[in-house]
């Protein structure tokens, strides 16, 4: 790569402001997509040595992309809130052109002909591609050193992992590469990186955003959504990605708010269950103290905050999983069966127990899901939002022969994806050892704006959402 | 009902085969570590329910009328 920015420079500092503030900067002619995007260039060539966040890095395209951002501005076409802002894909997710190996070397050379349809609401709203981004393989299978890329690392330390499967994602979010990034979520793909990294990730509803073109996980419980460091810029980035697709059988054709507009500030009177009982039990005494305290941030300005019991988070995992298992092993079945040896062991071990499921347990699972559903849903007869915390634990050390984290701890981020509710991470601590500890607040399908509105609150009251990594 | 009991290696063996695997011995020994993490969940999911109780997925036929390429609806 070439480039003439500077570490520091004035364009590196832009980068940090975020998306409004890049953006009124472009229309005041203050900055342009170009320099923006050779200041993400610039960081990723100078870090991402030590990240590996990303797979691919489409630094010619980007620059010509920005190219074309500013000459859109000066002739007066300005395509909104997204326009000439860098981001960045999971590799999961289809670009024309562009490698997308959902970091597998089943596909390792696999360049698609058309875009994800995310990808080219993006596009379309101006952002500018910089590159592609390390995940688990097939967003299930890692985190992995036995794949053809290595594992992203934490940017707040890279002896630790950065949570997944959108781990470049949250990666490169959390390093400032990018002020956004799309991941992609079945079981808390986008939550546990924004978790880990210390930045915003909204899983939005289910059928919210378009899942046509990005390799499938679970069919019944895929989702996509944006890792940003603030609310306000997931607000800004949601409202760029989300809207009905008739091509994709999921998308359901709600329309799409003007998310930043519900970004009031306000949540005095909002009716808040508090699922403390999710993370109080198992999760580690930082993350309890973090979110705790975080909850009192939300009473304080005016939210009615009440505890409530809801089912306990092992059944969410155990139907989860079970259609997991049963939809990974019915997408990955002729590769399996063909060529196993060519998958890396965590996905192996992960998928192939779903040969022997039988479609009565699959069905079992089904029904078992409608019944915590309605049960899960009945709160929202008093409750505007659920709060609980984001990840139960810091992140967990990057080392290849460490316990499986899928199995060691319960996953507070499934009920939420067994729900098909929107639900946002923000970070709301740091750990003793400096790792980022986060927030989890679930909201009525459809009112990401509400849940949106809670977090960007939180995030004008307290000041986690600054603090920065130093980068190696 | 019985007590479940976890299957043996060559209840998981003939499961495989009438799945259609056949694995490298290596394959197998990662085969039969899935299933004991993957038994005790299945062994949990709650049954018993009303028949007429419905799985979570509906089908909705409209999702798969043809797109008008013009208008994209």
Same mark, same amino acid.
């Given at each position: 790569?070439?480039s003439?920015?500077?570490?520091?420079?004035?364009?590196?500092?832009i980068?940090?402001?975020?998306? !409004?503030?890049?953006?009124?900067?472009?229309?005041?002619?203050?900055v342009?997509?170009?320099?923006?995007? !050779?200041?993400?260039?610039? !960081?990723?060539?100078?870090? &991402?040595?030590?990240?590996?966040?990303?797979?691919?890095?489409?630094?010619?395209?980007?620059?010509?992309?920005?190219?074309?951002?500013?000459?859109?501005?000066?002739?007066?076409?300005?395509? +909104?809130?997204?326009? @000439?802002i860098?981001?960045?894909?999971?590799?999961?997710?289809?670009?024309?052109?562009?490698?997308?190996?959902?970091?597998?070397?089943?596909?390792?050379?696999?360049?698609?002909?058309e875009?994800?349809? #995310?990808?080219?609401? $993006?596009a379309?709203? @101006?952002?500018?591609?910089?590159?592609?981004?390390?995940?688990?393989?097939?967003?299930?299978?890692? /985190?992995?050193?036995?794949?053809?890329?290595?594992?992203?690392?934490?940017?707040w330390?890279?002896?630790y992992?950065?949570g997944?499967?959108?781990?470049?994602?949250g990666?490169?979010?959390?390093?400032?590469?990018?002020?956004?990034a799309?991941g %992609?979520?079945?079981?808390?793909?986008?939550?546990?990186?924004?978790?880990?990294?210390? #930045?915003?990730?909204?899983?939005?509803?289910?059928?919210?955003?378009?899942?046509?073109?990005?390799h499938?996980n679970?069919?019944?419980?895929?989702?996509?959504?944006?890792?940003?460091?603030?609310?306000? &810029?997931?607000?800004?980035?949601?409202?760029?990605?989300?809207?009905h697709?008739?091509?994709?059988?999921?998308?359901?054709?709600?329309?799409?708010?003007?998310?930043? *507009?519900a970004? %009031?500030?306000?949540? !005095?009177?909002l009716?808040? @269950?508090?699922?403390?009982?999710?993370y109080?039990?198992? +999760?580690?005494?930082?993350?309890?103290?973090?979110v705790?305290?975080?909850?009192?941030?939300?009473?304080?300005?005016?939210?009615?905050v009440e505890?409530? #019991?809801?089912?306990?988070?092992?059944?969410?995992?155990?139907?989860?999983?079970?259609?997991?298992?049963s939809e990974?092993?019915?997408?990955?079945?002729?590769? $399996?069966?063909?060529?196993?040896?060519?998958?890396?062991?965590?996905?192996?071990?992960?998928?192939?127990?779903?040969?022997?499921?039988?479609?009565?347990?699959?069905?079992?699972?089904?029904?078992?899901?409608?019944?915590?559903?309605?049960?899960?849903?009945?709160?929202?007869?008093?409750?505007?939002?659920?709060?609980?915390?984001?990840w139960?634990? /810091?992140?967990d050390?990057? &080392?290849?022969?460490?316990?499986?984290f899928?199995?060691?701890?319960?996953l507070?981020?499934?009920?939420f994806?067994l729900?098909?509710?929107?639900a946002l #991470?923000?970070?709301?601590?740091?750990?003793?050892g400096?790792?980022?500890?986060?927030?989890?607040i @679930?909201?009525?399908?459809?009112?990401?704006?509400?849940? $949106?509105?809670?977090g &960007?609150?939180?995030?004008r *009251?307290?000041?986690?959402h600054?603090?920065?990594?130093?980068?190696? | 009902?019985?007590?479940?009991?976890?299957?043996?290696?060559?209840?998981?063996?003939?499961?495989?085969?009438?799945?259609?695997? =056949?694995?490298?011995p290596?394959?197998?020994?990662e085969?039969?570590?899935?299933?004991?993490?993957?038994?005790?969940m299945?062994?949990?999911?709650?049954?018993?329910? =009303?028949?007429?109780?419905?799985?979570?997925?509906?089908?909705?036929?409209?999702?798969?009328?043809?797109?008008?390429?013009?208008?994209?609806?």
């Open positions: 790569m070439t003439a920015v500077q570490p520091g420079s004035d364009a590196e500092a980068l940090d402001r975020g998306v !409004r503030k890049i953006g009124h900067m472009l229309r005041a002619r203050e342009s997509a170009s320099e923006i995007a !050779r200041a993400c260039l610039a !960081r990723i060539r100078r870090h &991402d040595g030590h990240l590996n966040s990303f797979i691919t890095v489409t630094e010619e395209r980007a620059l010509a992309r920005a190219a074309q951002a500013d000459a859109e501005l000066a002739r007066g076409v300005d395509r +909104g809130p997204f326009h @000439g860098p981001y960045a894909l999971k590799d999961n997710v289809d670009t024309a052109g562009i490698l997308s190996s959902s970091h597998s070397r089943i596909f390792a050379d696999r360049v698609p002909a875009d994800a349809e #995310v990808a080219r609401r $993006l379309e709203a @101006g952002g500018v591609l910089v590159g592609k981004t390390a995940t688990f393989e097939f967003a299930i299978g890692g /985190p992995a050193w036995d794949l053809p890329w290595p594992p992203a690392r934490n940017p330390n890279r002896d992992l950065p997944g499967s959108s781990s470049g994602s990666a490169a979010v959390g390093a400032g590469f990018v002020p956004g799309v %992609t979520d079945t079981g808390g793909s986008v939550r546990w990186p924004a978790a880990m990294c210390g #930045v915003a990730g909204l899983k939005p509803t289910y059928g919210r955003v378009s899942r046509r073109g990005i499938p679970t069919y019944s419980l895929d989702h996509a959504g944006p890792l940003t460091r603030t609310v306000e &810029d997931c607000a800004l980035m949601l409202g760029a990605m989300a809207g697709d008739p091509r994709d059988p999921g998308s359901i054709d709600v329309p799409v708010e003007d998310y930043a *507009a970004l %009031t500030g306000d949540v !005095r009177g009716r808040i @269950g508090l699922v403390r009982h999710w109080a039990s198992d +999760g580690h005494p930082e993350v309890v103290d973090a705790d305290a975080a909850v009192a941030v939300l009473r304080s300005l005016g939210a009615a505890e409530i #019991v809801l089912d306990p988070l092992q059944d969410y995992v155990d139907a989860k999983t079970t259609l997991s298992v990974l092993y019915a997408v990955h079945e002729a590769d $399996l069966k063909t060529r196993p040896g060519e998958f890396g062991r965590h996905l192996r071990t992960r998928v192939i127990g779903g040969a022997l499921i039988r479609a009565e347990d699959y069905i079992q699972a089904q029904r078992w899901r409608t019944e915590l559903v309605t049960r899960a849903m009945a709160h929202f007869r008093r409750f505007d939002l659920l709060v609980t915390a984001g139960l634990a /810091p992140a050390p990057a &080392d290849p022969d460490g316990a499986d899928f199995r060691k701890r319960l507070v981020t499934m009920p994806s729900t098909g509710m929107p #991470v923000v970070p709301c601590g740091l750990s003793s400096g790792l980022p500890l986060s927030l989890q @679930g909201g009525r399908p459809f009112d990401e704006a509400r849940v $949106l509105r809670a &960007d609150a939180y995030q *009251a307290t000041a986690w600054h603090a920065r990594p130093v980068l190696p | 009902m019985p007590e479940p009991r976890p299957a043996t290696r060559e209840e998981i063996a003939v499961m495989a085969r009438l799945a259609g695997l =056949d694995l490298s290596e394959h197998f020994e085969l039969v570590g899935a299933y004991a993490n993957l038994e005790p299945l062994w949990r999911l709650r049954r018993g329910r =009303d028949r007429a109780d419905e799985p979570a997925h509906v089908f909705d036929p409209r999702k798969f009328m043809p797109v008008d390429p013009g208008t994209g609806r």
